[in-house]
T-cell receptor, first 117, second 112 residues
Framework: AQKVTQAQTEISVVEKEDVTLDCVYETRDTTYYLFWYKQPPSGELVFLIRRNSFDEQNEISGRYSWNFQKSTSSFNFTITASQVVDSAVYFCALSEDEMDSSYKLIFGSGTRLLVRP | DTGVSQDPRHKITKRGQNVTFRCDPISEHNRLYWYRQTLGQGPEFLTYFQNEAQLEKSRLLSDRFSAERPKGSFSTLEIQRTEQGDSAMYLC??????????FGPGTRLTVT
């Protein structure tokens, strides 16, 4: 069975601090995708990143970076120099990548990030 | 390129009534998904269409729920004889094949 665990329910930081959101996943599939989505107070899920299970290279996009470690089944997300606009709920998700797959997303329960001025 | 749109954004209904939600995916996206999100939880998969074919349904989708995607464009999700437990945010997403899914703003359903 597939499962995504985000153990941090809520994190509060002061602006300009770095913050890491943890994500641990379980799957028996050999190929799969991992995702991060942002859900601001407006409610709409915003796609941030998709990584294939074969690609363990870390990725950086501006203040955002992602660390994928297959050995520990983790896909952590770091925001550098956080800003108030980063306040949102962040979801990690997993989908299988097999023939005839639906690619449905299995989400974690989310981490609420509050960045205080 | 417009994003995924959903209508209505909010729906309040009395228990036992039927409701129908609409989702318009990003044009040329062949896959369309419905998810349900309750307070404090991540979205949960309900069903998925590839073009007009409904190819997978979650066990969460009881007999009171039905979804269609005629002509492979917009989709509707109907809930018959609503129950208080149906109160949730209903999210629609679309994608091209197995690529990343883009979500609409959701329809918040409140059953009183």
């Amino acid at each position: 069975a597939q499962k995504v665990t985000q153990a941090q329910t809520e994190i509060s930081v002061v602006e300009k601090e770095d913050v890491t959101l943890d994500c641990v996943y379980e799957t028996r599939d050999t190929t799969y995708y991992l995702f991060w989505y942002k859900q601001p107070p407006s409610g709409e899920l915003v796609f941030l990143i998709r990584r294939n299970s074969f690609d363990e290279q870390n990725e950086i996009s501006g203040r955002y970076s992602w660390n994928f470690q297959k050995s520990t089944s983790s896909f952590n997300f770091t925001i550098t120099a956080s800003q108030v606009v980063d306040s949102a709920v962040y979801f990690c998700a997993l989908s299988e990548d097999e023939m005839d797959s639906s690619y449905k997303l299995i989400f974690g329960s989310g981490t609420r990030l509050l960045v205080r001025p | 390129d417009t994003g995924v749109s959903q209508d209505p954004r909010h729906k309040i209904t009395k228990r036992g009534q039927n409701v129908t939600f609409r989702c318009d995916p990003i044009s040329e996206h062949n896959r369309l998904y419905w998810y349900r999100q309750t307070l404090g939880q991540g979205p949960e998969f309900l069903t998925y269409f590839q073009n007009e074919a409904q190819l997978e349904k979650s066990r969460l989708l009881s007999d009171r729920f039905s979804a269609e995607r005629p002509k492979g464009s917009f989709s509707t999700l109907e809930i018959q004889r609503t129950e208080q437990g149906d109160s949730a945010m209903y999210l629609c997403a679309s994608s091209v094949n197995g690529n990343e899914q883009y979500f609409g703003p959701g329809t918040r359903l409140t059953v009183t």
